[in-house]
């Protein structure tokens, strides 16, 4: 097969990147007649799963085939189920659709929901049987699964604060949505095999999106296809993008595809935006050609502008992307190949002007928007903090049941942070005490509670589900998270914390490249340990120890800690102290570290038992002081004892 993606255009004799050989998956796309095959004719027949052709098209309706490896049983079939993402630019969800995606996690469903890093909805567990009837409830309740996964535009981020006294937050939502809407796959596909044809009640698109699509400009269009801006191959693979406003890094600016800053006059008026481009974080281990890399600055677009840029953009990957080697597939590895400035220049040629140079921004920094605010508007929102996305109903903590309480009782919007917790926003202030009363009834602690160290985390959910896990994380961080506390008490560092990020493969869906310490999944219980990223994500983290096996988590951490705490600048976040004194300066000082010298009254770690009656005492204790179980437990013996 010999890829050829334009027809007729002004420039199709040079630019379009004819690649005589593609991997087996251009094939499968080609073959797929614009997304309905195999996916349609195999959700008809009686079986667990689908093929291997039929699930790789299945991720472009935004579902993934997966079996829980937790009951694999050799010589029996694989416990298929399916995991469901949503497609909500910026994060947002209206009440009717939470609280029917609430009923399917319970209906078909693993009886959780999880919010993700990109500010969408997993729902996981779904058999396929059910899997029809999911969706289509789903898209009835003004939802979407569409391009949540595969080879195209994925969910379109935006910062999740829902400012109303702010033109640039309210610019940077809208145009989240209107690119979700551009890049949005034209095949009518996805509506004839959930709702057998039926055409979903969708929100108008904006006029200029609708003319932006059908503008050929010079090459961006596909001629005579279902998909003009996507053709028949769609993208080598997936592509992402954020909107966000100068300083706020809620999005983690660095690691998409393509990121879009508002820029706005002082009376708030949008004058344009800037752009930065090939940003991503999947690499493979032992395979060095892969790797995390930062998006580059690419230049500035007047707002009439943006449109053509962003297809001029996803015009450069769609005909120039590496459509044979899939690892090398991601346009980070265009632009590092290339360099920016070959990238720019073909970019050009397909927006036919130059860009103009980048505009002058403030430092970023981090918001997760935690706890309750004034929107601006005289209404309130509050961020509720959710530990790794997932939303359920456990023990004294029962989240699930609060927000879908909540929900019901005062109809009032969400939208999920690329932090993976929820904003609900639109309060009446007359209700923020009955609200609050809720969460606390529940067991939500505010954000004031959290342990810093678990706000600021996040985790991938890895094993049993992900059939790309090498080992567990969701699962084991919030135990590494409370080892890592006991350290810093243990090491005289109790009021410090730092982002911890913890992925169970190299694939960094939790980011942790951007991690002050990043722990990636390398074998059963071990990882990679990456040091040195910015509290702000501003920097990338480098791997500091190839393997480290959990049962020495401590012991490679200590000298580290220790040499934080005692080499450190005023002030100085430890993984700035990381990437300052540099990886040679650590080791050296970890090789040579004794303990003697430099620990403070040096504690070891001992086993002791306790009964169930007083752990669910020392479990509740730490959920409502937001301390770690050993931390409480190690006062409460000491005071006893002295």
């Known amino acids: 097969m010999v890829y050829s993606p334009t027809s007729t255009t002004s420039n199709s004799s040079s630019a379009?990147?004819?690649?005589?050989?593609?991997?087996?998956?251009?094939?499968?796309?080609?073959?797929?007649?614009?997304?309905?095959?195999?996916?349609?004719?195999?959700?008809?027949?009686?079986?667990?799963?689908?093929?291997?052709?039929?699930?790789?098209?299945?991720?472009?309706?935004g579902s993934y085939q997966q079996d829980n490896r937790d009951n694999r049983v050799r010589g029996q079939e694989k416990d298929?189920?399916?995991?469901?993402?949503?497609?909500?630019?910026?994060?947002?969800?209206?009440?009717?659709?939470?609280?029917?995606?609430?009923?399917?996690?319970?209906?078909?469903?693993?009886?959780?929901?999880r919010a993700t890093t990109r500010q969408g909805f997993q729902l996981h567990g779904v058999l396929k049987r059910n899997l029809k009837a999911t969706i289509a409830a789903i898209i009835r309740s003004l939802g979407s699964t569409l391009g949540a996964c595969g080879d195209?535009?994925?969910?379109?981020?935006?910062?999740?604060?829902p400012f109303a006294h702010r033109p640039d937050y309210r610019i940077a939502r809208d145009y989240a949505e209107r690119i979700a809407?551009?890049?949005?796959?034209?095949?009518?596909?996805?509506?004839?095999?959930?709702?057998?044809?039926?055409?979903?009640?969708?929100?108008?698109?904006?006029?200029?999106?609708?003319?932006?699509?059908?503008?050929?400009?010079?090459?961006?269009?596909?001629?005579?296809?279902?998909?003009?801006?996507?053709?028949?191959?769609?993208?080598?693979?997936?592509f992402k993008c954020a909107v966000t406003v100068p300083g706020d890094n809620s999005v983690d600016v660095y690691t998409h595809d393509v990121t879009l800053v508002v820029i706005v006059d002082a009376a708030g008026e949008l004058q344009g935006f800037n752009i930065l481009a090939g940003g991503g974080m999947g690499r493979t281990h032992?395979?060095?050609?892969?790797?995390?890399?930062l998006a580059d600055p690419i230049g500035y677009v007047d707002k009439a502008d943006v449109y053509d840029a962003l297809k001029a953009i996803v015009a450069t990957q769609r005909d120039y992307g590496d459509r044979f080697q899939r690892r090398h597939a991601r346009m980070k590895y265009l632009l590092h190949?290339?360099?920016?400035?070959?990238?720019?220049?073909?970019?050009?040629?397909?927006?036919?002007?130059?860009?103009?140079?980048?505009?002058?921004?403030?430092?970023?920094?981090?918001?997760?928007?935690?706890?309750?605010?004034?929107?601006?508007?005289?209404?309130?929102?509050?961020?509720?903090?959710?530990?790794?996305?997932?939303?359920?109903?456990?023990?004294?903590?029962?989240?699930?049941?609060?927000?879908?309480?909540?929900?019901?009782?005062?109809?009032?919007?969400?939208?999920?942070?690329?932090?993976?917790?929820?904003?609900?926003?639109?309060?009446?202030?007359?209700?923020?005490?009955?609200?609050?009363?809720?969460?606390s009834r529940h067991g939500v602690r505010s954000e004031a509670e959290l342990d810093p160290l678990v706000r600021y985390s996040m985790a991938c959910p890895a094993l049993p589900t992900c059939g790309l896990a090498i080992t567990e994380s969701e699962r084991i961080i919030p135990k590494v998270l409370e080892r890592i506390q006991q350290l810093l008490i243990q090491v005289g560092l109790q009021d410090e914390h730092f982002v911890v990020r913890m992925t169970g493969c190299p694939n960094g869906c939790a980011r942790p490249y951007m991690a002050e310490l990043g722990l990636v999944g390398s074998g059963p219980n071990q990882y990679q340990l990456w040091l040195g990223g910015a509290p702000d994500q501003t920097r990338l983290a480098r791997p500091f120890i190839d393997r480290l096996h959990l049962d020495e988590l401590e012991g490679a951490l200590e000298p580290l800690?220790?040499?934080?705490?005692?080499?450190?600048?005023?002030?100085?976040?430890?993984?700035?102290?990381?990437?300052?004194?540099?990886?040679?300066?650590?080791?050296?000082?970890?090789?040579?570290?004794?303990?003697?010298?430099?620990?403070?009254?040096?504690?070891?770690?001992?086993?002791?038992?306790?009964?169930?009656?007083?752990?669910?005492?020392?479990?509740a204790a730490s959920q409502q002081q937001g301390r770690p179980m050993s931390q409480i437990a190690a006062e409460a013996l000491s005071a006893y004892l002295n």
Request: charged share 25%; hydrophobic share 30%.
């Open 286 to 293: 032992n395979k060095e050609e892969t790797f995390a890399r």
């Open 181 to 238: 809407d551009l890049l949005r796959p034209q095949t009518e596909a996805y509506y004839e095999i959930w709702l057998d044809g039926e055409k979903a009640i969708t929100a108008e698109e904006h006029p200029e999106v609708v003319a932006a699509r059908q503008r050929n400009g010079h090459g961006t269009l596909v001629h005579g296809s279902q998909e003009p801006i996507y053709g028949a191959y769609y993208m080598p693979r997936k």
């Open 152 to 161: 195209l535009n994925r969910n379109v981020m935006a910062s999740p604060a």
């Open 337 to 439: 190949d290339w360099g920016v400035e070959h990238f720019r220049r073909q970019v050009e040629a397909y927006f036919g002007k130059p860009l103009q140079p980048f505009k002058p921004l403030p430092e970023w920094r981090f918001y997760d928007y935690l706890g309750w605010h004034e929107q601006g508007d005289g209404a309130l929102f509050v961020g509720i903090p959710i530990e790794n996305g997932r939303i359920l109903d456990r023990d004294t903590l029962t989240l699930k049941s609060a927000l879908r309480e909540i929900i019901q009782r005062f109809q009032v919007p969400m939208r999920v942070t690329p932090n993976q917790s929820v904003i609900l926003y639109d309060i009446d202030p007359a209700a923020r005490a009955e609200i609050q009363q809720i969460l």
């Open 16 to 61: 379009p990147y004819r690649q005589q050989k593609t991997s087996k998956l251009e094939g499968i796309k080609e073959r797929s007649r614009y997304l309905r095959e195999p996916v349609a004719t195999e959700l008809l027949q009686d079986t667990t799963h689908f093929s291997k052709d039929g699930l790789q098209i299945l991720k472009f309706h």
């Open 561 to 619: 800690l220790v040499c934080f705490r005692e080499t450190r600048q005023a002030g100085e976040s430890f993984g700035s102290f990381c990437d300052r004194i540099g990886f040679d300066a650590l080791q050296q000082f970890s090789d040579s570290y004794d303990p003697s010298q430099y620990t403070r009254e040096r504690k070891s770690r001992h086993r002791i038992g306790i009964t169930d009656s007083v752990y669910r005492q020392l479990k």
């Open 80 to 113: 298929y189920q399916f995991m469901l993402r949503t497609r909500n630019p910026g994060g947002y969800i209206p009440p009717q659709l939470y609280l029917t995606l609430d009923r399917l996690s319970e209906e078909y469903g693993n009886h959780t929901l």
